[in-house]
């Protein structure tokens, strides 16, 4: 059959020669020697009937048949790693990869991971601080946590919790502060890493929240949710607070939300995976822990007013 593939392991030479223009290299990356490399590629000209490479003296080209065929040899070899691994994951029920975002890690999830691998032993896990978009097949994840308004089609799409903000601060702070008005002479801490949100849930729509047309322009910003929270703990000054990244320290007290009234933002956090995957046992493990835990500090919502950000009067 003329249309019949050559051999994998020739088209396997030829794509590690064609991506290191060196037979030398290629070799050394397959574990081969060089004379069994270039035999290979030798085949699988005889196969085409035409040249892949042009020979030089100390280096290597490819041919216009040669620049042809490299791309999608790259890319079928790529598909085919990316298909061995997924499949290799579906049979493995004790590794789990997670994906969440810096923050979100550092204020939320890691102080509570001890109590999930205590509770299942039998899963090895596997983590990710990243905000990168990340794709599941090929950088090998098993759940991702992302917060936004993001489009989730094609993913099983799990909410986990709406996100609302409201000034936090240290006890020892909010004694000098004890009302919204006060708070116009506050230390002001801005979380920039929710800037991008619309409408906005930011100081100023707070403000308007609770009834005071003031618009706070001086103060730290940081980019990182943690790190702002971090600066209010430090005792700097006042952060618009997100439920996510506050709930653990307003939890055990060491910031506080003295005014009662929190904006809720239209985005959320939710709990993404591959369609299809959601009920191995590992990915159902994790799920239905992450759910657990944020019922356990649910109380710290039910304390407050939440106002949706569509009703907040307008600027």
Partial sequence: ????????????????????MSFAKAAEELHVTPAALSFQIKSLEQH????????????????EAGRALAPGAAEGFRALS?????????????????????????????????????????????????LR????????????????????????????????????MTPELAQRYPTPESLREAPFIFDDSISFLTPPCDWPAWFRAVGIDFAPAQGAHFSQADHAVDAALSG?????????????????????APYGI??????????????????????RAFREWILAEIEKTSYVSDALTIIPVEDVPPA
């Fill in 262 to 283: 929190a904006v809720e933002s239209r985005a959320g956090f939710r709990f993404l995976c591959p369609l299809g995957t959601e009920d191995r046992p590992q990915v």
């Fill in 236 to 256: 700097m000054g006042v952060v618009l607070g997100r439920r996510s990244m506050v709930v653990t320290d307003l939890h055990e007290g060491r910031l506080v």
């Fill in 1 to 20: 059959m003329p249309d019949r593939l050559p051999p994998l392991t020739a088209l396997r030479a030829f794509d590690a020669a064609a991506r290191h």
């Fill in 133 to 168: 978009m990340m794709d599941f097949d090929r950088d090998g994840i098993d759940v991702a946590i992302r917060f936004g308004q993001g489009d989730d089609d094609g993913l099983c799409s799990l909410p986990l919790s709406r996100e609302w903000v409201t000034p936090v």
């Fill in 48 to 63: 085409l009937g035409q040249p892949l490479f042009r020979r030089l003296n100390r280096a290597v080209e490819l041919t």
């Fill in 82 to 130: 990316a298909a061995w691994q997924q499949a290799r994951r579906l049979t493995n029920d004790t590794n789990l990869t997670v994906t969440a975002g810096p923050g979100f890690t550092a204020k939320w999830l890691a102080p509570r991971l001890y109590d999930f691998a205590r509770a299942h032993p039998e899963i090895e896990l596997k983590f990710s601080a990243s």
